[in-house]
């Protein structure tokens, strides 16, 4: 039996893929199917392989840590796609053109000081309306 193993990143997610060699076509994600874990992301895991032309004779092992599913599926998606680049190197051409080799590095933006979120600023504009209304309210008060 043989063993490929690659890493995949995206987002907070980090898949770990082993792809095993005869096997019974079974795909487990952290040891539950992957059909079930995955839920309507399971299609996008598939695709490198389609793309191969490749049928189902191989066993492929998931860890998935971190980030939503989506994340964990692209991150799976791109593990597969290496682990099938060191099974056969002219698999790499073929992946290469899908886009299945490009990592995506997008990552949140942290937040800032002063700010709401990474660049929300907060709107003064409708509370110095707001404070500028009262004072007037409040003079006209004095005054009568």
Known sequence: ?????????????????RICSPGTGTIKVNQVDAEQYLQGA???ILKPFETLQLDATYDIFIRAEGGGLTGQSDAIRLGCARA???MNPEYRSSLKNAGFL????????RKKYGLKKARKAPQFFK????????????FSLNLS
Do not use: H, P
């Open 127 to 138: 509370a110095l309306i707001f404070f500028s209304f009262l004072e007037i309210l409040i």
């Open 42 to 44: 399971y299609a996008n």
């Open 102 to 109: 490009t990592r995506i590095a997008l990552k949140k933006e």
């Open 84 to 86: 099938l680049c060191m």
């Open 1 to 17: 039996m043989q063993v490929w193993s690659a890493t995949g990143r995206r987002k907070r997610a980090i898949a770990q893929v």
